[in-house]
């Protein structure tokens, strides 16, 4: 029904002219969002653009400066998120409010046990979710521990817990961001079922092919403020882009195609285990060339973070070999510093955690991992005119904004830490590069900026390993991709024969037929 | 996502800087004060006295450096391990150490020219200090052991050890109290007088040893800001992740802050024994090990707020003995409350000032414009 609601019909959710402010920062502007009851509203917009905010307004986290929250014709004050549970308002977040070692049973009752005993609870919660699991597919074992679920699985609990709640309004904060393509789909089936049984569903999400797929209705944040709210069926993914950014913005990675050389990059038959001694990368064999991207694909979790440090010389590995422009590097005992120098750049994927001390500012930042080199320190000692000179010309040159090189990393947003990270480990002149999620937390126009960068660099015969969950980013960039799953290579496609589906089907660990 | 939501303003910028610890000493004194008036003295009676016996005689600011010496050395002792993300609270240990080192030069060379032996007492109280360090930050660092715990440990090894030495080896023959013979002449250091101060100090133990600890304090500055060692250190103290990403050792850097850190603490007994005992004797460090955690908690770990705070634990120690002596109520450990007074509030309760500190700061300029 969905796209056009008739006008007279109650709203489930009505957000009218809500403001925000965080000290100086106007995080929502005038906000007004009308959900209509049994629909699927998208909210889309760039990080920072105050979509959580509005969506933690509404959901009771904060409580609005001024403007007013109506639940179905019913003005309310929500001061707490007990309070829009009361109201019939859900959130699911993006990283899951569970207790992995209950079962889904108990997780689902938790917080609404009622009574000193549990049994009644939990036998009246069984029935219940057994009804709800045969109405909305959204089946999931009830006495399973909720650790042992993949996550798609722990998604749905999530849901159920809403759905439990009698909520009429179910909130999803970037669902999809931990899904393969195909669990997508089946949250999207799930989600369509919900509304054609009523209830009202806001998907926030900075992924547009999902709002074009699932949504009836859209609204587009920018910088606070709605700058657009428009039927899905009457828009297109980059005229939403353009909405979002305020500009034109090329959707599409420009690139001829690779000429790769000599490689550069050889892992083989590599084994990693984590600190318990768990297997967590299995007889990994891959090689990247001069002069190609190689994308690595897979659900997050799946080894990828695990093998980069171990390419990196962060974490020892198990069994295997590891050969960076010539050198066996586990054999020769080449630590991190050594790799580096012998030509390894590595854009880790945690930026705030790994890639850069968040006490020290731009420039500081901009020597990490450098600190040893011309022209930022001489016999041991630091330069501090020498740093403050290119720190200043790389961030003018990567368009970081403000371009302060004595501004705290921290004081920088999410993209502009990025652009400081990749300043700094494209510009020592790398032969290898390893990049991690490069546009995880970055917004559209930086992403462009940023995908263009990493071409240029292997058109210039550089050797880029690309680790990335959104799939968009690996088939856009990528020359060759490697799927990763549960440890090991699920396969390997060459970008011309690779979709979205086949790449989704080996993430999920189904053998891909047609590879030869 | 939810960031803009927690935004705290924890960082400690401008005037707060100074402000901060200021206002903490002026709480501490003031609970002091109500200390003394409660045992039947005048607060400000006692605070003149305090004042007079620490910064307003010549005497009084001679005995407040000399201590001022051992504080700058442990202050910075702590400052520098804290750095590097080590919790060091072992100076009085490595500082007993280091004192034996010295003193054994002292005791051997003696009858040399200072210009040989002073030097090498100074370098042996170094690496006796950092010897002493260097095993449990090895612990830590290859093998886990929690460095705050195997410090504490050291420091009551170290002074077993060292009652054992003077009881039994070193003790002057045909002595009673556990301590050597006098060092000879070469192994003093030059008191105040002999190093163009006239005899303005010449009642007090204040030494050369004041200008080898302000020495040490711009070379740890330099040091830790000015070398990629100091970079290195400093990435590790903040964030040991990215430390590993940027190719550098965590475990080289604490066992190198460490080796640091002891041999600063190991250059006590520069002042207290080559600059005024003259012999090694029983308890010679007196705390000043664990006062060290204090002054590098209240100086920020910087050098400059080290050397700051040093001087006003050794104003409240001076000042502290000087009112001892004069109100017979007031004991010795009325010096210790207030030090400890002082560092509960710049250590455990910081944070309770910072906020309207910040606050203050913030709006007072406006309010002054308008």
């Known amino acids: 029904m969905p796209a056009d609601a008739p006008a007279s019909a109650v709203p489930a959710l009505e957000l009218r002219h809500i403001d925000k402010r965080f000290g100086t920062v106007q995080a929502n502007r005038d906000v007004s969002l009308v959900v209509a009851a049994g629909s699927i509203h998208g909210l889309i917009g760039e990080n ?183 039927p899905t069926a009457q828009t297109a993914p980059r005229q939403l882009a353009e909405r979002m950014v305020g500009r034109p913005v090329s959707m599409r990675i420009e690139k001829t195609p690779a000429i790769p050389g000599e490689p550069l990059l050889e892992v083989r038959q590599l084994g990693i285990r984590d600190d318990r001694g768990i297997e967590r990368v299995r007889d990994v064999s891959f090689t990247v060339r001069a002069g190609e991207i190689v994308g690595l694909a897979g659900v997050a979790g799946n080894g990828q973070t695990e093998l980069l440090e171990a390419i990196a010389g962060m974490a020892p590995i198990d069994r295997g070999e590891i050969r960076l422009c010539g050198h066996d590097v586990v054999r020769e005992g080449l630590d991190g510093a050594k790799r580096r120098a012998l030509g390894l750049a590595h854009v880790p994927e945690d930026r705030l955690r790994t890639g850069v001390v968040s006490s020290f500012s731009a420039e500081d930042n901009l020597l990490l991992g450098y600190q040893d080199r011309a022209p930022f320190s001489r016999h041991g000692i630091l330069q501090r005119t020498a740093i403050r000179e290119v720190a200043a010309a790389r961030l003018r040159e990567h368009d970081v904004r403000p371009a302060a090189p004595t501004m705290p990393i921290v004081a920088f947003s999410g993209g502009n830490q990025q652009k400081i990270v990749l300043a700094r480990e494209m510009d020592m002149n790398p032969r290898v590069l390893l990049v991690g999620q490069p546009t995880r937390g970055v917004d559209i126009g930086a992403i462009e900026a940023i995908h263009r960068r990493l071409v240029a660099l292997r058109d210039a015969g550089k050797a880029l390993l690309v680790v990335s969950v959104e799939l968009d980013e690996i088939l856009g960039l990528s020359d060759r991709i490697l799927v990763m799953h549960d440890g090991k290579i699920a396969g390997e496609l060459r970008a011309e024969e690779a979709t979205e589906e086949r790449i989704g089907r080996l993430m999920a660990g189904v053998a891909d037929k047609t590879h030869g | 996502m939810a960031k803009l939501g927690h935004r705290r303003d924890d960082t400690v910028n401008g005037w707060t800087v100074v402000l901060l610890p200021v206002a903490n000493l002026v709480i501490a004194l003031a609970i002091s004060g109500a200390i003394v008036w409660l045992l039947g003295e005048s607060p400000w009676a006692a605070l003149k006295l305090m004042l007079n016996g620490s910064v307003a005689t010549a005497d009084g600011i001679g005995y407040t450096l000399y201590y001022a010496t051992n504080f700058i050395f442990t202050g910075l002792a702590v400052a520098v391990a804290y750095r590097a993300g080590v919790f060091n609270i072992g100076a009085e240990g490595q500082a007993y150490i280091g004192g034996l080192g010295s003193g054994l030069v002292a005791l051997a060379l003696g009858q040399h020219s200072p210009w040989i032996v002073l030097p090498l007492a100074i370098a042996a109280g170094a690496i006796f200090g950092a010897a002493w360090a260097f095993i449990p930050a090895w612990l830590q660092a290859r093998r886990g052991s929690h460095i705050v715990i195997t410090t504490v440990m050291f420091n009551f090894i170290a002074a077993a050890v060292m009652t054992h030495l003077l009881v039994n080896v070193l003790i002057a023959p045909g002595q009673q109290s556990p301590e050597t013979r006098e060092f000879g002449p070469g192994a003093v250091m030059p008191p105040a007088s002999a190093i163009g101060f006239g005899d303005r100090f010449a009642a007090t133990p204040l030494n050369l040893a004041f200008g080898l600890a302000l020495l040490a304090a711009a070379l740890v500055w330099f040091w830790i800001w000015r070398t990629r060692w100091g970079y290195a250190w400093r990435v590790v103290g903040q964030n040991p992740v990215a430390a590993r990403y940027a190719g550098i050792d965590p475990g080289r850097v604490v066992i190198a802050a460490m080796l640091l850190s002891g041999a600063l603490a190991g250059c006590l007994g520069v002042n207290e024994l080559l600059g005024s005992q003259h012999r090694i004797a029983l308890e010679f460090p007196a705390g000043a090990g664990f006062v060290g955690i204090a002054v590098a908690l209240m100086g920020r770990n910087h050098p400059v707020g080290v050397v700051a705070s040093a001087i006003l634990f050794g104003a409240l120690y001076q000042g502290g003995s000087q009112l001892s002596f004069d109100m017979p109520k007031v004991n010795r450990d009325m010096v210790v409350v207030i030090q400890g007074l002082v560092i509960l509030l710049c250590g455990a309760m910081e944070h309770v000032l910072h906020q309207p500190l910040n606050w203050v700061c913030r709006r007072w300029p406006r309010k002054a414009v308008a």
Not at chain 1, 50 to 64: D, F, Q, R
Not at chain 1, 74 to 93: C, F, N
Not at chain 1, 187 to 210: A, N
């Open chain 1, 48 to 230: 920072g653009a105050g979509k959580s905010t509005l969506m933690n307004i509404a959901y009771g986290v904060h409580e609005p400066d001024t403007g007013e929250i109506w639940v179905a014709g019913q003005r309310r004050v929500l001061g707490s998120p007990a309070a829009a549970i009361a109201a019939g308002i859900a959130m699911v977040h993006q990283h899951f409010m569970l207790v992995p070692n209950f079962t889904v049973l108990e997780n689902v009752i938790l917080g609404v046990e009622g009574g000193l005993t549990l049994r009644a609870r939990l036998r009246e919660a069984r029935e219940r979710l057994a009804a709800l699991g045969r109405d909305y597919e959204l089946d999931v074992p009830l006495d399973a521990l909720v650790g042992e679920l993949p996550v798609g699985g722990q998604q749905r609990v999530e849901i159920l817990k809403a759905l439990y709640r009698r909520a009429q309004i179910l909130i999803l904060d970037e669902p999809t961001a931990v899904l393969t393509p195909q669990e997508t789909q089946r949250l999207f089936r799930m989600l369509r079922r919900l509304r054609d049984e009523g209830k009202s569903i806001v998907l926030v999400t900075h992924k547009l092919p999902e709002i074009m797929a699932v949504t009836d209705r859209v609204t587009v944040m920018r910088q606070g403020a709605v700058v657009d709210e428009v």
